[in-house]
């Protein structure tokens, strides 16, 4: 798996001025997106997070999950420390597509949680990959991050494509009512670390 950069240009939020820069995977054509600010290549560890494409809640502001206001969170989080990145990964779904994960809603509505209903559909709980990571931080001159994420298997994944990661930021946000069951399966069936009560 190769990944080449291909652009870069300034990004204008509302949280501030970030730097996008893209990617394309020279196997399959897919491009992933890295939002960046500040001097990354300093030698000291970065503030980072690793967020997989969630268009219902990343753009549609959808409460089934915790994606979009993980995203704003991180946004946020960064802007603040004028120094940071966020790799924005084009794998929807925990890795199964779009449509196939509006199917897995469905399985949901119907009562299995969202490990089920990925595994009824023929899919494992997770198919997401983390070695574009690698390339993509070497790019921007990361040598080791602060990752914000709840999840240690992402950590543990990132740590086996050569990143070092120095510390896990936990990001607490965008519990509501219509997650809980969502939140709960993703502490209980894969290992995600939120405080007790939150859930």
Known sequence: MSFD????SRLPTRHGEFSIHAFQDTETGKEH???SMGDL???QPVLARVHSECLT???FGSLRCDCGPQLEAAMTQVAAAQRGVILYLRQ????IGLVNKIRAYALQDAGADTVEANEQLGFDADLREYAMCED????????CVRLMTNNPLKVAALQAHGITVVERVPLITGLNPHNQGY????TDKMGHMLPDGEV
């Open 92 to 95: 929807e779904g925990r890795g």
């Open 183 to 186: 939140m709960q399966t993703k």
């Open 41 to 43: 290549a300093d030698g």
């Open 5 to 8: 950069f291909v652009a870069a």
């Open 33 to 35: 997106i890295a939002l």
């Open 57 to 59: 809640g990343d753009g």
């Open 136 to 143: 993509m931080l070497r790019h921007l001159g990361v040598s």
